[in-house]
Structure formats: structure tokens, C-alpha cells
């Protein structure tokens, strides 16, 4: 039996004509509302021209309705935590309680320059400690020894979920004693080793006495009907997204990242990672073309019904 898949979306935040037309983000935001998926998410960057991840939130909050919000992800170590924690508990509670954090400790020590962070604390310790923090002020906590505990308390009990992003073992172990689940990322479509991630997963958190992970992989895709146009949009996406590593680098990886096909193609992509095991593939896109997420979600809706 096929297992049942939710299937996300991510806005295009990463793109450069992102700012070309002022309403891109929220027309975006309203289709994926409006159509089937299970998620809209969003990653954050400080050096790039992206918007700002906590602000983005207030937004999509109020122009959606329906669809959980997920960052994929915050990067802790930038920001203070208490004022991290005040934030995404604002998000949750204008949103209703739709709200999912994921949580990195970032691959860009740009990023952490630029947010004015200490690149030393560029560790899962240190992130997990930061979650820590921002557990007890969801919790009520006085953390601050202010005359009242850093509010308002998130809509969630407990508050948001969180889920780290990962791609390796390391992580999973670590992350088992203190995350809900993985935001994990393919750059493949490796099925294999996805699976076998997955399969740590629900083994080190079975062993930490947790209950079992939101197991989410996620992949740059694009659309083409067999002509090859999607390929060079991926590549053209590489290239300006991972503008902090060689440009050489980034060819040689090109042909082989991400998704680049025909939609009957990424249906058949999106059964495999069903079968190794994903409850959400969060989709990544490549460019700012709204009609995406239309085509898209008339697969999903096939999928669903299927």
C-alpha cells in the first residue's frame, strides 16, 4: 500500500527578480492556501537580498488562512533568543496556531557576520541550548528576571513544534533528545539515502524515549514539458542561491541537483520518497512563476485523490 504524502511548498524568497513585482510573495502565499498543500515554507539568510524571515511570518500569516507555516529554516545562533522566542510565539498566535519551526545552525559564516553572531557558536549544542531558552519563555518562564515573563505565550501548548534541518547522522543523534522531527534536504532524489536518514531518525528517537518524528525531506525543483528548459533553471537557480561557493563548483553539481522535469516525472519523484519513508516532501522552486504552485497542486490534488 502507498503511504499517504503531504506535499509543501516553499515561496520563492531566494529568487533575484523576487522584488520585481511588489505582490510576488503574497500572490504565492494566497495559491498555496488555496490549494492543497500541507505546508508554506521559507528559509532565512542574512547576506542576500531575501526578504527577513521574521517579518515575512507576520505576513503570510495574514494574507493565509488554512495552511501551516514552516520555516526551513532559522538559523538560532542569529538572533538573541528571548526576542527569537517573542517572535515566533507572536507568529504563532496571528496565524492561529499554524506555525512549525525549523531550525539550522546555518552552512554561511557570512551569515553569521552579517547578523553581528560569534561563528563559534556555528554548533548543534549551541543551537539546541538556544531552543532550550526558547521553550522555557514559550512555557512562561521568567528567564529575564523582568517584573513579568517575555509574552505572549504561543496558541500551541508547549509551543511551535521544532524540527531540524539536516542532511547526516550526526545531527539526527543529536537532534533526537530535543526535536519534533527533521526538515531534513536532498540534493539527489537519492531515495536510499533518505530512507536510511529516515530510518535513523525513528531509531534514535524510539532510543531517547520520544515519540516517533515528522520525517519532511525537501528539493529545488522546476517544470518543463520534456524540452530541457528546466534543467537550465535549476542551474541558473544554483547559481545565484550558492553564490558563496565556486561557480565552478556549483556547475559540476548542476546537472545532478534538484528536481528538472515533466510533472508525470515528479509524481513518480514524489511516490519514491513515499516509499523511503517521508511524511512531506516540501518542494523548493526555481523561479518566481506563480503558475508553479498552480501545476503543482492540480498533481497533489491528484496524488490526494489517488
Not at 542532511?167 to 531534513?184: F, Q
Amino acid at each position: 500500500m502507498q503511504r499517504a504524502l503531504q506535499v509543501g511548498m516553499t515561496l520563492p524568497v531566494m529568487e533575484p527578480d523576487l522584488w520585481d513585482a511588489p505582490d510576488t510573495l503574497e500572490r504565492w502565499a494566497r495559491a498555496i492556501d488555496e490549494g492543497p498543500f500541507s505546508s508554506l515554507c521559507f528559509g532565512e539568510r542574512m547576506a542576500f537580498a531575501n526578504p527577513h524571515a521574521l517579518t515575512l511570518l507576520g505576513a503570510v500569516a495574514a494574507w493565509t488562512t488554512r495552511v501551516p507555516l514552516v520555516t526551513t529554516v532559522l538559523v538560532p545562533q542569529l538572533h538573541d533568543p528571548v526576542t527569537l522566542a517573542k517572535a515566533l510565539a507572536t507568529a504563532d498566535r496571528l496565524s492561529r496556531g499554524r506555525l512549525t519551526v525549523g531550525v539550522g545552525v546555518g552552512g554561511r559564516e557570512e551569515d553569521y557576520r552579517a547578523a553581528g553572531a560569534d561563528p563559534a557558536t556555528q554548533t548543534m549544542q549551541q543551537m539546541a541550548d538556544r531552543v532550550a531558552v526558547m521553550r522555557r519563555v514559550w512555557a512562561g518562564e521568567d528567564v529575564t528576571g523582568a517584573t513579568l515573563p517575555v509574552g505572549p505565550p504561543p496558541l500551541q501548548a508547549g509551543g511551535p513544534p521544532v524540527h531540524v534541518g539536516t542532511m547526516g547522522p550526526r545531527t539526527i543523534r543529536h537532534a533526537s533528545h530535543w526535536a519534533d522531527g527533521l526538515a531534513g534536504v536532498t540534493l539527489d532524489l537519492d531515495t536510499t539515502a533518505v530512507a536510511g536518514l529516515f530510518e535513523l531518525a525513528r531509531s534514535a528517537w524510539a532510543e531517547a524515549g520520544r515519540p516517533a518524528p515528522h520525517l519532511a525531506t525537501s528539493f529545488w525543483f522546476a517544470l518543463d514539458d520534456g524540452d530541457g528548459s528546466a534543467r537550465t533553471q535549476v542551474h541558473r537557480h544554483l547559481r545565484h542561491y550558492m553564490n558563496w561557493i565556486s561557480a565552478e563548483l556549483v556547475d559540476a553539481m548542476a546537472p545532478t541537483t534538484g528536481f528538472a522535469g515533466t510533472l508525470p516525472q515528479l509524481r513518480e519523484t514524489l511516490l519514491r520518497m513515499a516509499d523511503a519513508g517521508a511524511d512531506e516532501v516540501q518542494l523548493i522552486p526555481t523561479g518566481s512563476d506563480v503558475s508553479q504552485v498552480e501545476r503543482v497542486a492540480e498533481l497533489v490534488s491528484g496524488l490526494s485523490a489517488g
